[in-house]
């Protein structure tokens, strides 16, 4: 009996931690193992280490500024300090739902990048109000809508900024900490030979200043190649990730972005004493086994996000449909900021309220 009951507990307390056993973590990469998201958190890195002087390099450009006068939206152009001679556009329109879709892409760029997950998320394009009407100030486009007329939407000017406020207080804001980059389609750089200059004759090949380094940092890593494994991805369109940081000043809980094996109110990736060191992976995955308690990509990659206080809440459904990693952390144990990193793709971004 004692030899009975002995094997059905082995046996029970096999099943118990097998599933965890199971798990081949070195199948999946964490995000110092691929280069867009090591990249991603660089950058964020680097904001906090200047928080002080610490400015995002992209702005609209308000002579570029063309409202609908049929509906409610605009189109801008938006430049970057970085890059100047790189285009953007952005197109910005408020729903007759009320939710407001924020669109950034390349224009004219060496490549096009890819655009058309919303056309395989949605069931249809969303209908654009005909009441709701946008103003142009000194600083900022903005439009004042909702039942109550309290809710306020406005894009900055300098430095790009956009803002959902609800009674004047701030419920979502895209790019305050600075983070938004959308790196452009470019040449691979040729390695010119460096000749030492005690060599007779030797021609001297100045070393090039890199002025983007203060937020691109000093190396292009993983631009053109990286390695994972045994396995060896070239990459011959070179560097197109999207990163940008989206902050819920009002709120200290968000939920979603499934399917994660986590508690419902999102743990911290970033911070002080974050509950994981890496941020929470959409990537499309079919797996049996996993580790419970882990922001590691499940069944499923869905890029929407609700933030909850106990005065309202709010949510942002961002439409790309490449590998995503996303970062949480709280200012404040009353907000939340997140930084979502894609791999490629445009800014598509539907802000509820």
Known sequence: MKVLISSFAATLLLSLISPSLAVKSHDFKTCSQSGFCRRGRALAQRAQASSDTWRSPYSLDPSTVAISPKEASFTAGVK???????KFGLDVRVQDDGVVRVRMDEIDGL???YDEAASWALNAEPVVSPSIKWTVGKKDVRATYGDKKDIEFAVEFEPLRIVLRRGGKEQVVVNGQGLLH????????????????????????????????????????????????SWTDSKPKGPESLSV????????????????????????????????????????????????????????????????????T??????????????????????????????????DLFITD
Not at 80 to 86: K, N, R, T
Not at 221 to 228: G, I, S
Not at 262 to 284: A, I, K
Request: glycine share 6%; hydrophobic share 30%; aromatic share 12%.
């Open 80 to 86: 970057s300090a970085l890059y100047p001679e790189i």
């Open 111 to 113: 490549r096009k990048r």
């Open 182 to 229: 959308m790196e452009h389609f470019r040449t691979k750089k040729t390695q010119e030979k460096q000749v030492e200059s005690g060599e007779e004759g030797a021609d001297q090949v100045p070393l090039e200043v890199n002025a983007c380094a203060w937020f691109e940092g000093e190396e292009e890593d993983a631009y053109w190649e990286e390695t994972f494994s």
């Open 245 to 312: 940081d989206i902050t819920f000043p009002s709120h200290g809980h968000v939920y979603g972005i499934p399917q994660h094996a986590t508690s419902l109110s999102l743990p911290t990736t970033v911070g002080d004493s974050p509950t994981y060191s890496d941020p929470y992976r959409l990537y499309n995955t079919d797996v049996f086994e996993y580790i419970a308690s882990s922001p590691m990509s499940l069944y499923g990659s869905i890029p929407l996000m609700h933030a909850h206080s106990a005065d309202s």
């Open 314 to 347: 709010v949510g942002v459904f961002h439409v790309v449909g490449s590998e995503t990693w996303i970062d949480v952390g709280h200012a404040s144990p009353r907000s939340t900021q997140t930084h979502w990193i894609s791999e490629s793709g445009i800014l």
